[in-house]
């Protein structure tokens, strides 16, 4: 019998996350083809296209060593960021709520963080333009009198901003993970579900109701996306710290990010509607319900917005903090 339920948990695991990845495949299709191109009034991408066609099509290209201080370096981060994601996401599974505070809130933020660290070294470890050194030397004329002068690259600045996403933009999204953490009076992942299973869905209280319009904010702003995308700009073809990444690379930055917006989804299952993924559960249904409404709600919501400046920004999520304050203040009423 302990046998039989040890191979259970190891094809619980093991098969949620295989259908996972694969689901979380097409959430970026669904989001370019069913949303921004019905809403631009075009066509669109095929829905296997951005999420699955694209990586495996990466996957086949030659591999470039980009002009790095750290070259291995920088191209193993995606797959870097990648392994935190599949961590993050492991934690959700009951199978892992035996660990304690290894499967609470806190080891969650620590590893977002570690997510959000990676665009820093991304951007600090590029030194070149798309992945090559410059055909000729890159100074303007009359430079070489100014010998002491500082040069820069183009991806400092992008970790530049990813600093500053950092330390201020990812605010509301920590604040909303504290929600059911003071509603259920603790930080564990497992004390969360069972105050949810006895007292129902935290979402459908005040506090759960604030705190959940600030996670989807959140959960935007960390995958950087439109109006919250100060790691895109014009200055850097629209890519930011990803601009240098080049064939396997590549196929890992478009797989971290697709992971990323499932990932992100089922936690907020977990946290607010207290149902932990698992494929042998009928509640997997409504994690999946989830990770692709939250997809389609980002599209229109990006598709009807401007692109913020740091003049917009930076108010906006003051703003959306001080509604995760207030949603924490509500769940102790």
């Not at 030659?62 to 920088?74: A, D, F, K, L, R």
């Not at 994601?85 to 934690?91: A, H």
């Not at 930080?187 to 209280?205: A, H, K, R, V």
């Not at 993924?277 to 989830?290: A, T």
Request: proline share 7%; net charge positive; aromatic share 16%.
């Amino acid at each position: 019998m302990e046998f039989t339920n040890i191979l259970n948990s190891y094809v619980a695991v093991f098969g949620t996350l295989i259908v996972s990845l694969l689901i979380c495949m097409f959430l970026p299709g669904i989001e370019r083809k069913f949303i921004h191109a019905r809403i631009q009034q075009r066509i669109g991408p095929p829905v296997s296209s951005p999420g699955l066609m694209a990586p495996i099509k990466f996957f086949f290209k030659e591999s470039i060593t980009p002009n790095s201080p750290m070259p291995e370096v920088y191209n193993k981060l995606p797959l870097i960021g990648l392994i935190v994601i599949t961590l993050i996401f492991l934690i959700l599974m009951p199978q892992f709520y035996f660990l304690g505070v290894f499967a609470s809130i806190l080891t969650i933020i620590g590893l977002l963080k570690i997510e959000e660290i990676i665009y820093i070294f991304m951007g600090s470890l590029s030194k070149s333009v798309m992945s090559m050194n410059m055909p000729f030397p890159d100074d303007v004329k009359g430079a070489k009198q100014y010998k002491q002068a500082t040069k820069s690259f183009i991806e400092d600045i992008s970790a530049n901003r990813a600093f500053k996403l950092i330390a201020f933009g990812s605010i509301p999204i920590y604040l909303a993970l504290f929600v059911p953490v003071v509603k259920s009076s603790s930080l564990l992942l497992s004390d969360i579900i069972i105050y949810q299973q006895i007292n129902g869905p935290i979402l459908f209280s005040f506090a759960g109701v604030i705190g959940a319009i600030v996670f989807f904010i959140g959960y935007m702003i960390l995958l950087n996306e439109y109006p919250f995308a100060i790691l895109k700009t014009k200055a850097d073809v629209i890519e930011g710290p990803y601009m240098e990444y080049a064939a396997n690379s590549r196929a890992f930055v478009v797989i971290s990010r697709a992971f990323l917006m499932f990932t992100l989804a089922t936690l907020f299952s977990v946290l607010f509607l207290g149902l932990p993924p698992n494929i042998f559960n009928w509640s997997f249904l409504v994690n999946i319900f989830i990770v692709i409404l939250f997809p389609v709600l980002m599209g229109v919501f990006s598709a009807f917005s401007p692109v913020f400046t740091y003049k917009q920004f930076y108010p906006f999520v003051i703003g959306t903090s001080l509604l995760g304050v207030l949603a924490i203040i509500g769940a102790f009423f």
